[in-house]
């Protein structure tokens, strides 16, 4: 009796420490931890990780590029003098494949054992606040779901070596796709805020087109999208606006368009044999790519990829679209258990100018309407119809610039659109726009005066400002007086007086 009456007594003191001794590993900050889920390309991929034989397959450097296109320069020569396609077929796909096919995957969506991504990361330090983040990296070609389990796995640990209850998670780009896995898999018990910035949460039309075939080079797009980057160059602001000036030049003088004819004329010549031997056999045997596909275009790429339904392969594109279909009622229901919701997304700039979806306004490689769960988007260039405006009962969710109506968003009050603002590119003001997301206790919507719905990214003034209507070429200068605003005001008049003299409003 006396054994049974210590053990008793033993038991009853343990149970009395266990609430002690988790109330000294908790944390009392009042920061929740933040995990930051990288984009597409977070983690290299390595053949041969650690041996001699070393290379790296992603984020490739130039030599491993030049070494394999030397040795095939001159077949690639004579192919181009005797307009010999197939020669230049030949050694295109060779290169393709000398280069990017030990990316590839087996039938069952799985990597060589010798192509591995050795970095990946694992939460290690136990200080967090809004100035560090846990950076959650992956391998893009594999099943997102695996992610999924790894991200659960980190979050675990983070919140074991914080002492806090709850993670707040940031996912960028492709990190959405993780998310979306995520939820469907784990639910949210363990998140206090969720974060998406240029996320593919709805695909990519660049992807859904090129896995359709629908490939289409055009003047217009190549131009802009040429402009577009001129901000983002580490180049004087004289030199920029030479460049600027040059691309306009070059539209006019119909250089664009003679390009375009000989690329369409080379594309025609060769897009099915790169399809059919290096792009699908490598990139469609990736279920993470096969994510980036838009629902509308899901069943057409299927077919037009030559995707076994009976592949363990299929099984995991398939089970993708499980949490595509799910993710706005699991957030909903995250969103109507406390848990904190912020899309973030960027518009007016031409996105990829390879597919015949070049007019979708977009961040430069997802489009809005995806990235932001449903908004009505203009086309890239135009506004809104009047039509289309006056028929809104409430104009609430309107750009100022008559771009986008965000009411069609799953989340409305919960999503912001960045104009100008080039896909996951950073500075100080878009910083401290999260930091006001992740240090709030309460939700934070777009009626909020500091950071309406619409902003205005400037990477040269650093700034996040309110979008107030579409400026002329002639204001945006008034407002920031640089050699690249000047040219693009006097382009814009020299274009306008182009085709009034042609004729041509």
């Not at 992956?138 to 983070?158: K, S």
């Amino acid at each position: 009796m006396k054994k049974l009456i210590s053990l008793f007594l033993c038991v009853v003191l343990l149970m009395g420490l266990m609430p002690v001794a988790s109330a000294e590993n908790s944390c009392g900050c009042g920061f929740s931890p933040v995990i930051y889920v990288g984009a597409l390309g977070c983690a290299d991929i390595y053949r041969d990780a650690g041996l001699p034989t070393e290379q790296r397959l992603w984020q490739i450097d130039t030599d491993f590029i030049l070494a394999n296109i030397k040795p095939e320069l001159l077949d690639l020569t004579l192919g181009i003098a005797a307009s010999d396609y197939d020669k230049i077929g030949d050694v295109l796909i060779k290169v393709v494949n000398k280069t990017l096919g030990d990316l590839a995957l087996d039938q069952n969506g799985d990597s060589a054992e010798n192509v591995t991504a050795p970095s990946l990361n694992f939460p290690t330090n136990r200080s967090h606040n809004a100035d560090t983040q846990f950076y959650f990296n992956y391998d893009f070609r594999l099943d997102p779901y695996i992610h999924a389990d790894r991200l659960n796995e980190c979050i675990v640990e983070l919140k074991r070596i914080t002492g806090h209850d709850k993670v707040q998670l940031k996912a960028s780009s492709m990190g959405g796709i993780v998310l979306s896995c995520y939820l469907e898999r784990y639910g949210y018990d363990d998140v206090e805020t969720i974060i998406t910035q240029c996320s593919p949460l709805w695909g990519t039309a660049v992807a859904g087109e090129l896995f359709t075939g629908k490939f289409e080079l055009n003047a217009i797009s190549l131009r802009r999208y040429a402009q577009g980057a001129l901000p983002y160059m580490e180049e004087s602001d004289f030199i920029e606006g030479v460049i600027y000036s040059l691309t306009d030049v070059l539209l006019v003088t119909g250089v664009w368009s003679g390009l375009i004819a000989l690329g369409d004329n080379f594309v025609n010549k060769l897009i099915d044999r790169v399809y059919d031997e290096a792009l699908v056999p490598i990139f469609g045997s990736m279920p993470g790519i096969w994510a980036f596909v838009p629902q509308e275009y899901y069943e057409d790429s299927l077919e037009f990829m030559g995707t076994d339904k009976e592949s363990v392969l299929y099984e995991k594109i398939a089970s993708y679209r499980i949490a595509q279909a799910n993710l706005v009622d699991n957030l909903t229901v995250a969103k109507n258990d406390g848990v904190k919701l912020y899309f973030v997304c960027g518009y007016n700039v031409q996105r990829t100018p390879l597919v015949s979806a070049w007019k979708n306004t977009s961040d430069g490689i997802v489009d809005t309407k995806y990235a932001s769960l449903g908004a009505t988007c203009a086309d890239l260039g135009e506004e809104l119809s009047s039509e289309y405006i006056n028929n809104l009962s409430d104009k609430t969710y309107l750009s100022p610039d008559n771009m986008i109506d965000a009411s069609t968003c799953a989340f409305p009050d919960n999503t912001w659109f960045l104009r100008d603002w080039l896909h996951c590119t950073g500075n100080a003001a878009l910083t401290e726009f999260y930091k006001y997301f992740l240090t709030s206790d309460e939700q934070i919507t777009i009626d909020n005066e500091k950071y309406p719905q619409y902003l205005l990214y400037d990477t040269n003034a650093v700034t996040l400002t309110p979008v107030t209507k579409n400026l002329t070429a002639f204001e945006i200068f008034k407002m920031s007086p640089t050699f690249l605003n000047f040219i693009r005001m006097l382009s814009e008049f020299i274009t306008k007086l182009f085709y009034m003299l042609l004729g041509d409003r």
